[in-house]
């Protein structure tokens, strides 16, 4: 099931938020996407009954810091350019190796090109903006029933915050395990 959200040809700077939602259209987890400058990402993810946890991945400092939000505590791990790659790309992997364009249509106002990826009887569709290559939405189905979708309900082509790329003050650092 296609979950990630950034392609290779995005923007330096946005803020992307993201609802996905199950098939009974109830809210499971909200994903905020800030980039700065290309090199710089943040991803908070919030799950329904879960605590906050975010992700900044630094390529500038090769760092990528967790953070877990409840406990004020950080871990630290290596970003190679490799890594970097793979979390920039992943749907854009996903696509030019399994899936193939099925259609155009306009969502939140961006035209889009659908990409389907299939298999068996399942199948992800995901609209992928012509203006800045961010994906705006992915459905994913079982025969014609929707079990999950991600839906656009933010986007911003400003630059955000630096302030959002650094370790709070507060965190403790923690051993990963």
Not at 10 to 16: I, T
Not at 33 to 59: H, M, Q
Not at 85 to 90: E, G, I
Not at 138 to 143: A, E, F, N, R, S
Request: charged fraction near 25%; hydrophobic fraction near 35%; include cysteine.
């Amino acid at each position: 099931m296609l979950t990630s959200i950034v392609m290779a040809g995005c923007p330096k700077n946005y803020l992307l938020v993201h609802e996905h939602r199950d098939g009974n259209q109830n809210l499971m987890m909200t994903q905020k996407y800030y980039c700065l400058g290309g090199n710089k990402l943040r991803i908070d993810t919030a799950a329904v009954d879960s605590a906050e946890i975010i992700n900044i991945y630094r390529l500038d400092k090769k760092v990528l810091w967790t953070l877990y939000m409840d406990a004020k505590q950080y871990t630290e791990s290596p970003l190679d350019k490799k890594t970097w790659d793979l979390v920039q790309n992943a749907i854009a992997n996903l696509v030019q190796e399994y899936g193939k364009k099925v259609g155009e249509d306009t969502y939140k106002g961006y035209p889009c090109n659908i990409y389907e990826i299939a298999e068996k009887e399942e199948k992800s569709l995901a609209y992928v903006s012509k203006t800045n290559d961010l994906v705006l939405k992915i459905q994913h189905q079982v025969g014609a029933r929707v079990t999950y979708q991600v839906d656009t309900v933010e986007l911003s082509l400003v630059k955000p915050n630096a302030a959002l790329f650094e370790l709070p003050k507060d965190f403790k650092k923690i051993q990963s395990e």
